[in-house]
């Protein structure tokens, strides 16, 4: 699987960026980013998995502090898309509405990557089997096909 450097690739993406004319990101998001919060250095963007509510869904590998490679999927804002403020903040508040699950059968926020005036990245586990609607959607088509 090819990887490449997202930091080389963010620094291409800041010219499609609005700057939202200095706009501050509401508190709690902000404080919660602020918690989560990882460099892009740190993140390699990998193939394309899907599509998302507000873009694309990579497959990634994030080096963790202590050096090891996980592999993780990136949701990200469609590159192409003009965004609002708002739609910056409903896609981080969507990001870090999962920092606090702590359940083995529900996904918890790996992080986020964020800067001001900079595209988010939503980082969260990587599931080998795809997202859960897909899965439930393949089930469906496998036993409406076996009846």
């Not at 394309?48 to 990634?60: D, E, W």
């Amino acid at each position: 699987m090819g990887y490449f450097d997202f930091s080389r690739h963010f620094k291409q993406m800041e010219t499609l960026v609005p700057l939202f004319n200095n706009r501050e990101l509401d508190a709690e998001i902000q404080a919660k980013v602020n918690r989560c919060k990882i460099p892009s250095s740190r993140l390699r963007i990998g193939n394309q998995l899907g599509k998302g509510h507000f873009g694309l869904v990579y497959k990634s590998q994030l080096t963790t502090p202590a050096g090891n490679l996980r592999t993780v999927a990136v949701k990200s804002i469609i590159e192409d898309k003009e965004i609002s403020f708002e739609d910056l903040e409903d896609f981080l508040s969507e990001g870090v509405l999962m920092i606090d699950f702590k359940h083995g059968n529900v996904l918890s926020l790996v992080g986020v990557v964020y800067e001001p005036g900079e595209r988010p990245l939503v980082v969260l586990p990587y599931m080998e089997n795809g997202d859960l609607c897909s899965f439930v959607k393949k089930e469906d088509l496998v036993r409406k096909l076996s009846s």
